[in-house]
C-alpha cells in the first residue's frame, strides 16, 4: 500500500493521503464504503499514475513529493504546505489527530481531514462536500439516488405515491412528518429527503426520541452551558447544534416530553432555542423530520403530542403504507436482501424457490420491511444450495406448511385486513364515538357494531380522556 491514493469518483478526482501508511488498509476501506454506496469509483496509487493524467497538468514535481510526505506526520506537517500550493484536485487525508494538526492541515490547504478508520457516516458527507461544486458531476448524482430514492424498493401503488413525493419535500425547507408503523423505512425516507436536499452536504442526525431517558431529553436535544446544573462543568452541545446546516431526524416524536415539544415548537417557528442555563437564545439553521409509529389523532388523544405542535410538524405528511398492503413488494424486497447478505457473507446463492417465495406472501409482516430483511438474513446464513428453500424461511408464527392460498382464501384474508383498518381509522377520527362512527361509515349502529366484536377492536382506546381540574 502505498502512501497516497488517487481515487476517481466518475469523473471527480480526489487525492486520498493515508498518513498511517504503509501500516494501514485505509484506502482499501474508501472503496468499500463506495462500493456498499453503489457508486462507481476506482482507487488508484499515485505512484503508478502518470502525473499528467489526474492533475489535469505537469504536477509531477509536487506530487511526488506528496507520497513522500505520507511517511509520517511530522513530514506531512512540514511539507504538505507547499505541496498544496498549486494542486488542482482536493485533498483528503486520513490521519490520526494525536500525532497530526488537523487545524494546520487545513491552513495548508487541505479539504478535509476524517478520522481513521474511515466510516460511511463520516466519509461519505465530506465526499460529497468536495464534489457538490460541480452541479453535472456524475459521481454526485449517483450518490444522491443510491443514499436517497435508489434505496426505496418497491412497485406498490400506495408505496410510490409516497417516494413520488420524497423529492418534492427536499427541493423546499419544510417540516416533513413521516408515519407508519415499526418497520417500514420511515428512516431511509427521511434520508432520502436529506440527501436530495440542498442540505445533503450538511450532518444527517437520527434520533430516537423514545430511546432517551424522559429527564434527558431537553439536555441531548438542546445542550447546556456550564453550571446549568450539578456536575455541569463545561458547555455541552445538543444535537440541535450538532446538526447546524443539515437534518435533524426525531423518530418517536410523542415519547418527547411536554416541555420538550413546548421547546420543539419554538424551534419550529422562531428557528432559534436556549441551551439549558442559558440567558441567550441562539439561532439554529436544521431542518427538522419528524416520525410515529402511531397514528397522530391517537396519540394527540391519549396526552402524549401536543395539537399545536402536530399542526407545526404536519406541514408535508408522508404515510408509509405497511408491507402487508404492498404484497407485491415483497420478492423485490427479498430478492434485494437476498444480493446484499450473499455479498456480505460470500455467498452464491442466485434465487428463492417458489415455495420459498410463496411463505414470504402470505406472512402479515407485523414488523414489516424490517422483519423481512433479517429473514432473508438468517435464510442466507441456513442455506447451503443455490437458492432459498422453504426450510430456510424460519418465521416464528408462520404456517409450516408451503400450501400457496387459493384465490377465496386470499380474498377473505385481504379483506379482513381492509376491514381492521378502516375501522380504526374511523375510530380514530371520531374519537371512539361507536355512532359517529357508523354514520360516516353509512352503516347502522347494530351493524357496525358487529364487525367491531367481529375484529376484537376495543372502541374504547380509541376515546379521548377527561381532564378534569
Given at each position: 500500500?502505498?502512501p497516497?491514493?488517487?481515487?476517481v469518483?466518475?469523473?471527480?478526482r480526489i487525492?486520498v493521503?493515508d ?6 488498509s485505509?484506502a ?8 456498499h454506496a453503489?457508486c ?11 502525473a499528467a493524467?489526474?492533475?489535469g ?5 509536487e506530487?511526488e513529493a506528496?507520497?513522500a510526505v505520507?511517511?509520517?506526520g511530522s513530514?506531512?506537517?512540514?511539507s504538505l504546505?507547499e505541496?498544496?500550493r ?8 486520513l490521519a490520526?489527530?494525536?500525532s497530526?494538526d488537523?487545524i494546520?492541515?487545513?491552513k ?10 474511515p466510516?460511511p457516516?463520516?466519509?461519505?458527507p465530506?465526499?460529497?462536500?468536495l464534489i457538490?461544486r ?17 434505496r426505496?424498493?418497491?412497485e406498490?401503488?400506495q408505496f410510490?405515491a409516497e417516494?413520488r413525493?420524497?423529492p ?5 425547507d ?10 417500514v423505512?420511515?428512516e431511509?425516507?427521511a ?7 440542498p442540505?445533503a452536504?450538511?450532518?444527517f ?9 424522559y429527564?434527558l ?5 438542546f445542550g447546556?452551558?456550564a453550571?446549568a446544573?450539578t456536575g455541569a462543568?463545561?458547555n455541552?452541545?445538543g444535537?440541535?447544534e ?7 431526524f ?11 415539544q413546548?421547546?420543539?415548537?419554538r424551534?419550529?417557528?422562531e428557528?432559534?432555542?436556549r441551551?439549558?442555563?442559558s440567558?441567550r ?5 436544521v ?11 391517537k396519540a394527540i ?5 401536543r395539537?399545536d405542535?402536530?399542526y ?6 408522508l404515510?408509509?403504507p ?6 407485491q ?15 456480505e ?13 410463496a411463505?414470504?406472501?402470505?406472512y402479515?409482516?407485523?414488523?414489516n ?10 435464510a442466507v446464513?441456513?442455506s ?8 430456510d424461511i ?5 404456517r409450516?406448511?408451503?400450501?400457496v ?5 386470499q380474498k377473505?384474508?385481504?379483506?379482513a385486513q ?5 375501522l ?13 362512527a357508523?354514520?360516516a361509515?353509512?352503516?347502522n349502529?347494530r351493524?357496525?357494531?358487529e364487525?367491531l366484536?367481529k375484529?376484537?377492536?376495543d372502541a374504547?382506546?380509541?376515546?379521548q ?5
Amino acid at each position: 500500500m502505498v502512501p497516497a491514493d488517487f481515487l476517481v469518483l466518475d469523473g471527480s478526482r480526489i487525492l486520498v493521503l493515508d498518513c498511517d501508511a504503509p501500516r494501514s488498509s485505509h484506502a482499501a476501506a474508501v472503496a468499500a464504503i463506495l462500493d456498499h454506496a453503489g457508486c462507481h469509483q476506482e482507487i488508484r496509487p499515485v505512484a503508478r499514475t502518470p502525473a499528467a493524467s489526474w492533475s489535469g497538468g505537469d504536477r509531477g514535481p509536487e506530487f511526488e513529493a506528496l507520497i513522500a510526505v505520507g511517511q509520517n506526520g511530522s513530514r506531512v506537517r512540514e511539507s504538505l504546505p507547499e505541496v498544496l500550493r498549486r494542486a488542482e484536485i482536493p485533498v483528503l487525508v486520513l490521519a490520526d489527530v494525536s500525532s497530526v494538526d488537523a487545524i494546520d492541515l487545513m491552513k495548508s490547504g487541505v479539504a478535509d481531514v476524517v478520522l481513521p478508520p474511515p466510516t460511511p457516516a463520516g466519509l461519505v458527507p465530506r465526499l460529497w462536500r468536495l464534489i457538490r461544486r460541480s452541479p453535472g458531476n456524475e459521481f454526485r448524482r449517483q450518490l444522491k439516488q443510491n443514499l436517497g430514492l435508489a434505496r426505496l424498493i418497491g412497485e406498490a401503488p400506495q408505496f410510490l405515491a409516497e417516494v413520488r413525493k420524497a423529492p418534492l419535500a427536499a427541493q423546499c425547507d419544510v417540516t416533513v412528518i413521516i408515519t407508519g408503523e415499526t418497520g417500514v423505512g420511515k428512516e431511509l425516507f427521511a434520508r432520502a429527503v436529506h440527501y436530495l436536499s440542498p442540505r445533503a452536504g450538511g450532518p444527517f442526525n437520527p434520533v430516537n426520541c423514545g430511546a432517551i431517558p424522559y429527564d434527558l431529553v431537553e439536555n441531548e436535544l438542546f445542550g447546556h452551558v456550564a453550571g446549568a446544573f450539578t456536575g455541569a462543568s463545561s458547555n455541552h452541545p445538543g444535537l440541535i447544534e450538532e446538526s447546524e446546516g443539515g437534518t435533524l431526524f426525531l423518530d418517536e416524536i410523542d415519547c418527547l416530553s411536554p416541555l420538550a415539544q413546548v421547546k420543539l415548537l419554538r424551534l419550529l417557528q422562531e428557528k432559534e432555542y436556549r441551551p439549558l442555563g442559558s440567558a441567550r437564545t441562539r439561532s439554529a439553521d436544521v431542518r427538522v423530520i419528524t416520525a410515529m409509529n402511531t397514528p397522530p389523532e391517537k396519540a394527540i388523544a391519549d396526552g402524549r403530542l401536543r395539537r399545536d405542535l402536530f399542526y407545526r410538524i404536519n406541514v408535508f405528511p408522508l404515510n408509509l403504507p405497511p408491507l402487508r398492503e404492498r404484497l407485491q413488494d415483497i420478492p423485490l424486497l427479498a430478492r434485494h436482501f437476498l444480493g446484499r447478505y450473499c455479498a456480505e457473507y460470500k455467498k452464491t446463492i442466485t434465487a428463492f424457490a417458489p415455495e420459498a417465495i410463496a411463505l414470504l406472501v402470505e406472512y402479515d409482516w407485523p414488523g414489516n420491511v424490517r422483519e423481512l430483511e433479517h429473514v432473508v438474513q438468517r435464510a442466507v446464513v441456513l442455506s447451503s444450495g443455490e437458492r432459498i428453500e422453504s426450510a430456510d424461511i424460519l418465521i416464528a408464527g408462520a404456517r409450516s406448511d408451503s400450501r400457496v392460498l387459493s384465490l377465496r382464501e386470499q380474498k377473505a384474508h385481504l379483506i379482513a385486513q381492509f376491514e381492521v383498518n378502516y375501522l380504526q381509522r374511523l375510530l380514530a377520527a371520531h374519537q371512539g364515538n361507536v355512532s359517529r362512527a357508523a354514520q360516516a361509515a353509512r352503516k347502522n349502529r347494530r351493524a357496525f357494531f358487529e364487525l367491531l366484536r367481529k375484529h376484537n377492536i376495543d372502541a374504547e382506546q380509541f376515546r379521548q380522556p377527561r381532564i378534569s381540574f
